[in-house]
Structures are given as structure tokens and as C-alpha cells.
């Protein structure tokens, strides 16, 4: 018997992929709203430019919900480009501590987690597909 012998976990491949969807999902859905209250309530835009303002966002959770779905390594490596990036905007951008404290909190993070949790989902997929 194996001490670290690669098992086959089906039930936590799932969910690694079920939450990684949430994390991107919910994600897009937070930057939709937020970028249709921006527009709506600082900006005085009217609905319809709103509402083309907030299609980039959603468009880009569609995407990475399409490549996470098909290719997750591809969409794990990058989400965590993408959280990576955050932070170079931020200190190239010279972000004070509560703009990095909520930019971390609701982009990079979340983004860094579900990357993780493509990542963890295809090893395990790789490790059940070795053992079949």
C-alpha cells in the first residue's frame, strides 16, 4: 500500500468544478451589476448605453465560463494571469490600501480561487483517466 498513492475522487472533482463555475459566475455577475450602477447612478447613462457597458463584463464571464468548461487548464492558468494582473494594475496604477483591500476581495481572489479549482478539477481528472 501507497502512502501518497494518486486516488480517483469523482465526488471532489465535481465539486471543484461546480465551485470554480460559481466563483467565475457569481463574479461576472457582481461586475455586471456593478458596472450597470455606475453608469445608471453616477454616470447618468441612459439603460440602453448601461446596459452596452455592462455586456464587456459579461462577456468576458461568458468566455471564461466556455473555456473553463471545455479546457480547464487552459481557463486555470488564465484566471490566475488574470488575478497575477490585478495586482500589477494596482501597483502600477499606485491603488491606496482600501482600493487594493476590495479589489483583492472581489476580483483577484475570487479569480485566483476558481483558477485553482479549474486546476485541481483537471489533475484529478488526469488522475482518474490514468487509473481507469
Known amino acids: 500500500m501507497e502512502l501518497l498513492a494518486k486516488v480517483c475522487k469523482t465526488e471532489e472533482m465535481n465539486l471543484e468544478r461546480l465551485f470554480a463555475r460559481i466563483f467565475v459566475a457569481a463574479g461576472g455577475l457582481f461586475w455586471v451589476a456593478g458596472v450597470l450602477g455606475m453608469d445608471l447612478g453616477y454616470r447618468d447613462k441612459g439603460v440602453f448605453e448601461a446596459a452596452q457597458s455592462a455586456a464587456i463584463p459579461l462577456a468576458i464571464t461568458v468566455l471564461a465560463l466556455a473555456i473553463g468548461w471545455f479546457y480547464e487548464n487552459l481557463a486555470g492558468v488564465l484566471l490566475l494571469a488574470g488575478s497575477v494582473g490585478v495586482v500589477v494594475w494596482g501597483v502600477v496604477a499606485g ?19 476558481a483558477g485553482v479549482l479549474f486546476l485541481l478539477a483537471a489533475r484529478m481528472q488526469r488522475i482518474c483517466e490514468l487509473r481507469g
Do not use: N
Open 95 to 113: 491603488w491606496e490600501s482600501g482600493v487594493w483591500f476590495i479589489m483583492m476581495a472581489v476580483l483577484a481572489a475570487p479569480m485566483l480561487i
